[in-house]
Every structure is written in C-alpha cells, then in structure tokens.
C-alpha cells in the first residue's frame, strides 16, 4: 500500500466540478511539494500540476491544484469526456528519500 | 528534448533475471540533479516506483523490492539499466524509464510490457 493515498474512482457529468483527493504525512505531502499526472488510456503518464498549483502551458485552465498541511486536491471543473483519465499525485519522502506515488484514481465521466 | 526508450525481453521465465535497458538522448546521464529511474504499472498496482540512480551514481530503492533490484549508470553508453532477480508473475508489468528530479518531476519513456512465465 502506498503511503500517500487517493480515493479509487471517481466520477462526474459533462460539465461538473470534480475533486481528487490525495493524502499523505508530514515527511512527504507535508514536506515536499506534489505534482499530478494524467495517464489516458494507453499512453503513459504526463504532467498535469506541478509544484502544487502550477499548470504547464498546454494544460487547460480547468485543471487546478492546491495543497495543505500534508493533503492535496486536484479540481477538474467544466468536465469533458476527454478528462475521462487515470490521474495519480507524486511528491518526495524525506524519511524514505524516495518519490512517492498515490495509488491512482480512475475518474469516469458520465 | 529529451527521449527515453526502453528495451529488453518481453517474456522472462519465473525465477530468472529481468534486464531492462533505457537510452537516453536529448541529455546526458551526467546531467547534475537528475535522476534515472524504472517505473513499473499493473492492473492491479497502479503506478510502482521501483528504483533510482542519481547522475552520480547513488542508487535508491524500493524497499519492497530492494533485495532483487540493481538500476545502474552507463555513462559510455548514455544509457541507464534495471535488473530484477528471482522474478514470480507477480513482475508481469509494464515498464517504464523515466528521469526525475527530487521534486518529482517525471518525463516518462514509452513503456515496454514485461510477462513472466514459462
């Protein structure tokens, strides 16, 4: 079991508001910052959020992040099919010193 | 920019050596602060960090597989490897080679799917 965790699943209608939770502890999460990645079906994982909050260029801005204390939340508003997606929250381990992984949500759009 | 690809057997007999080797170009293994590391995935697992090197050679592992795993610098090469010993079906995954830095900031190769059996 992965020591950050994000709920399994996931779901939304076209235009909807969702959040993705992803908890951890005071030596990754509460420690470090957390990037989010997107992994369609078939390909591999790309960068969502990185550094908490910040969105690389060609990411849409419907796709936001925050973080607090040792938990973060990815937001996915105005939700389209096309956000139907694995997404899963990385950040460090200090204690381990190693990156560490959510266990992943699987977001269904309805 | 930067390109990973990983290669290596598709198909390992159980309790054999898993060998995996990622090519780097658009960088350099050498480039200070990064680390190359294997990325593996399973339907059942989601996305399992396996291990890393960092540009000067420190290794880091996961501890669940720490005992089996050797990920090693090819500087001649400008390539990166994995070895995992004594492999079960439970390693049946898709392999991915990535660079990261500590922020954890992932480029990601291709993947290449690994089944063990016999």
Not at chain 1, 33 to 50: C, E, F, S
Not at chain 2, 60 to 89: C, I, M, W
Request: hydrophobic share 30%.
């Amino acid at each position: 079991q992965s020591v950050v965790t994000q709920p399994p699943s996931a779901s939304g209608t076209p235009g909807q508001r969702v959040t993705i939770s992803c908890s951890g502890s005071r030596s990754n999460i509460g420690s470090n910052t957390v990037n989010w990645y997107q992994q369609l079906p078939g390909t591999a994982p790309k960068l969502l959020i990185y550094s908490n909050e910040r969105r690389p260029s060609r990411v849409p801005d419907r796709f936001s992040a925050s973080k607090s204390g040792t938990s973060a939340s990815l937001a996915i508003s105005g939700l389209q099919s096309e956000d139907e997606a694995d997404y899963y929250c990385v950040t460090w381990d200090d204690s381990q010193s190693t990156p560490v992984f959510g266990g992943g949500t699987k977001l269904t759009v309805l | 920019q930067l390109q990973l690809q990983e290669s290596g057997p598709g198909l390992v007999k159980p309790s054999e050596t898993l060998s995996l080797t990622c090519s780097v170009s658009g960088a350099s293994i050498s480039d200070i602060g990064y680390y190359w590391g294997w990325i593996r995935q399973s339907p059942e697992k989601g996305l399992e960090w396996i291990g890393s090197v960092f540009y000067n050679g420190v290794t880091h592992y996961n501890p669940s597989l720490r005992s089996r795993l050797t990920v090693s610098l090819d500087e001649s090469g400008n390539q990166f490897s994995l070895k995992l010993d004594s492999v079960t079906a439970a390693d049946t995954a898709l392999y991915y080679c990535a660079r990261h830095t500590r922020g954890s900031l992932f480029e990601w190769g291709q993947g290449t799917q690994v089944s063990v059996s016999s």
